[in-house]
């Protein structure tokens, strides 16, 4: 019977410096890192037609979107993640490469990150004090849920976006059609049955 391996806990200050360095993006979960998976040509293209469309929208207002690059730390969780994107308002000055405050937190689903963006990375986002809005927008189909925290609450309401739809970020005054955000994406053909 072999020897159970000892796994070391590696720790914030290393990450962050670490991550400076690395060829490959990973994510912080109390101590332990995991490498990121690359993302599909329709993933690239809802997030550069999101990005490029918020851009225009908030020059000028004092909120400003960041991508790819741009770590979300949740203190009271001891994480770090990287979401497709994300808006922060106002100050947000605790360090160059991560966020503390955001206001707004995007992720585009993949089968392979679906799960954990609904369930893990929720869980962990609803902690951060300043997020007032949680969106996921399928790469696959148009559809997108935008999770809204009710004011001066802790409590979360639902929305679901279609094809025949605008999407809405409140918190930012931002709308969209739904079908904008796909522009130049072959979508699979659709399951009769859903």
Same mark, same amino acid.
């Given at each position: 019977?072999?020897?159970?391996? !000892?796994?070391?806990?590696?720790?914030?200050?290393?990450? /962050?410096?670490?991550?400076?360095?690395?060829?490959?993006?990973?994510?912080?979960?109390?101590?332990?890192?995991?490498?990121?998976?690359?993302?599909?040509?329709?993933?690239?293209?809802?997030?550069?037609? /999101?990005?490029?469309?918020?851009?225009?929208? /908030?020059?000028?207002?004092?909120?400003?979107?960041?991508?790819?690059?741009?770590?979300?730390?949740?203190?009271? !969780?001891?994480?770090?993640?990287?979401?497709?994107?994300?808006?922060?308002?106002?100050?947000?000055?605790?360090?160059?490469? #991560?966020?503390?405050?955001?206001?707004?937190?995007?992720?585009? /689903?993949?089968?392979?990150?679906? !799960?954990?963006?609904?369930?893990?990375?929720?869980?962990?986002?609803?902690?951060?004090?300043?997020?007032?809005?949680?969106? !996921?927008?399928?790469?696959?189909?148009?559809?997108?849920?935008?999770?809204?925290?009710?004011?001066?609450?802790?409590?979360?309401?639902?929305?679901?976006?279609?094809?025949?739809?605008?999407?809405?970020?409140?918190?930012?005054?931002?709308?969209?059609?739904?079908?904008?955000? #796909?522009?130049?994406?072959?979508?699979?053909?659709?399951?009769?049955?859903?």
């Amino acid at each position: 019977m072999g020897i159970p391996k !000892l796994k070391l806990k590696i720790s914030v200050r290393d990450y /962050l410096e670490g991550e400076k360095v690395s060829d490959i993006r990973h994510e912080y979960i109390d101590g332990e890192i995991y490498a990121m998976a690359g993302t599909s040509k329709s993933h690239n293209r809802i997030l550069k037609t /999101l990005l490029n469309k918020l851009s225009d929208h /908030l020059r000028g207002s004092g909120c400003e979107p960041f991508f790819v690059d741009i770590k979300v730390r949740v203190e009271k !969780l001891n994480r770090f993640y990287y979401p497709d994107l994300v808006i922060v308002c106002d100050e947000d000055n605790e360090d160059e490469y #991560y966020a503390v405050k955001p206001k707004i937190i995007v992720e585009i /689903l993949s089968p392979i990150t679906s !799960l954990t963006d609904r369930r893990e990375k929720m869980f962990a986002y609803k902690e951060i004090e300043s997020l007032t809005e949680y969106v !996921l927008i399928e790469q696959d189909k148009i559809y997108a849920e935008v999770y809204r925290r009710r004011e001066n609450s802790d409590l979360w309401d639902w929305s679901e976006f279609d094809e025949n739809e605008e999407i809405e970020l409140a918190a930012v005054d931002f709308k969209m059609a739904m079908k904008d955000i #796909y522009e130049g994406i072959e979508l699979p053909e659709k399951n009769p049955f859903e």
